[in-house]
């Protein structure tokens, strides 16, 4: 039996012959796909070429791989549309990717009971497409809905653009279908909204990146569909830390907009040239949306704060602009692409504290000598630093500069990641947030749904 870092050459051949034999051609070698496997939207490629991708039709498809990968002790990394920004689903040498994508079927939808039963692979945005007709829809609402897995967003603990009001993922979910390392199938959480039996597995398995067990179906809490129009506001400001500052005024203010969107005057520029829009007016902007049947009066209140704030700001009735100001935020990351590579950060840190971390990405962009355009959900405070480069390869001062902005999150009462995940990027520093104690403690109960290593090795705990 080989180790989790890859199979030797008889190995190999051995594995897939197994896998052949069990799966036909949903076992794919071609160098395509090995190629694609490699990599995520993160920029960064696992070393080597994967053994092989293996579509998943079924979750006997998904249990017959994990028996193989357990009897000849190959590595297995999970996979839905490889839009994570971590590297959690790269695959490397010897390794099987085992791709959820064809697996997209909506089970049940419970209009009465508020729940969805999904498999993994289905899109956010065609999740969402597909259940309005019941007057229903699920809340997580990532800037990649329309090509992020409801497997991949459950993964990382995905949040999104609405998660200041109505949740991230965690708080969507009351129950999970997982494959184990072994093949074995369990079923964790509830049908109801209540349940406390036993320790709550559901929780310990979202966000956890594959490295307890496969995600092949989920029993999704649904929400009724909001009453009222939606108002939408945009507020331009001199600089991002008047931004920043506003948007913490609003939140200390108690109101609480569904969407508050916060771009720094790089990002906006970008943007505005990629959508081939006029140049924004202003050195940063807020988006924000309220909704909901007050939303004409919340959206006055928040309005008169980000005056008070020194915000021009201009509040619109119409739904189409709404989804124009929406567009320009959501247009971020292809915007990003066009000033450089890019390495797509991930931090939060407290509402009150939002403008003090644009003031440590300033002063790191002056000692290291980097440009770091940054977004930011300001609503709940998680920001999206870009730090921009040339070549393929993340070079040390790029390394230097990213260590010196997650520990000036952690000093400030934050944290290393909000929505993206720890993945391979982030691992070095994941013992830095956690402590000794806690990363041993979490390492441990990795030991015990994966005593051989074999799920997503080298992922989020790095040795």
Excluded at 372 to 387: C, E, M, R, W
Excluded at 428 to 443: F, H, K, T, Y
Aim: overall charge negative; glycine content about 12%; some cysteine.
């Amino acid at each position: 039996m080989t180790s989790a870092g890859g199979a030797d050459g008889a190995q190999s051949t051995e594995t897939l012959a197994r896998l052949h034999d069990a799966l036909g051609d949903r076992v794919d070698t071609s160098p395509d796909a090995l190629n694609a496997a490699r990599a995520d939207k993160s920029g960064h490629g696992a070393p080597g070429t994967p053994l092989a991708v293996v579509h998943a039709a079924s979750i006997d498809d998904v249990q017959a791989v994990m028996r193989i990968a357990t009897a000849t002790g190959t590595p297995v990394v999970p996979r839905g549309a490889g839009t994570g920004l971590a590297g959690g689903a790269n695959t490397g040498s010897g390794e099987i990717s085992l791709s959820l994508r064809r697996m997209d079927r909506i089970l049940e939808v419970r209009s009465d009971d508020l729940l969805a039963v999904v498999e993994p692979g289905i899109l956010n945005a065609d999740l969402n497409d597909a259940v309005h007709e019941h007057g229903v829809w699920w809340a997580p609402d990532p800037a990649s809905r329309a090509i992020s897995t409801v497997g991949g967003n459950i993964a990382t603990g995905a949040g999104g653009l609405l998660c200041a009001k109505y949740g991230v993922v965690r708080d969507a979910v009351l129950a999970l279908d997982v494959v184990l390392a072994d093949g074995r199938l369990i079923h964790t959480g509830h049908r109801s909204v209540k349940g406390v039996t036993g320790l709550d597995l559901t929780s310990l398995f979202i966000g956890s990146e594959g490295v307890l067990g496969v995600v092949v179906g989920a029993t999704l809490k649904l929400r009724r569909l909001v009453p009222g129009q939606v108002h939408t506001l945009a507020a331009v400001f001199t600089d991002v830390r008047a931004a920043a500052a506003a948007s913490a005024a609003v939140t200390a203010a108690g109101l609480q907009p569904s969407v508050m969107e916060l771009m720094d005057a790089t990002c906006l520029a970008a943007a505005h040239r990629l959508l081939q829009l006029d140049p924004p007016a202003g050195g940063a902007q807020l988006t924000v949306q309220a909704d909901g049947a007050a939303s004409a009066d919340e959206a006055a209140e928040i309005a008169q704060v980000l005056r008070d704030a020194g915000g021009a700001v201009e509040v619109s009735r119409d739904e189409a602009e709404g989804e124009r100001l929406l567009a320009i935020r959501r247009a971020m990351h292809p915007a990003m692409e066009t000033l450089g590579t890019t390495l797509i950060e991930d931090v939060s840190v407290p509402r009150s504290r939002l403008a003090e971390m644009f003031d440590e990405i300033a002063r790191v962009e002056r000692e290291h000598g980097v440009v770091i355009p940054t977004v930011a959900h300001a609503g709940d405070g998680n920001l999206h630093p870009n730090f921009i480069f040339d070549g393929d390869e993340v070079p040390q001062p790029i390394w230097d500069a990213a260590d010196d902005l997650f520990h000036a999150a952690l000093r400030l009462g934050g944290t290393l990641t909000g929505e993206h995940g720890i993945g391979v990027l982030k691992s070095r520093w994941l013992a830095a947030e956690l402590g000794d104690d806690q990363w041993q403690l979490q390492r441990r109960i990795k030991d015990v749904f994966d005593p051989q290593g074999i799920l997503n090795p080298g992922k989020v705990f790095a040795p």
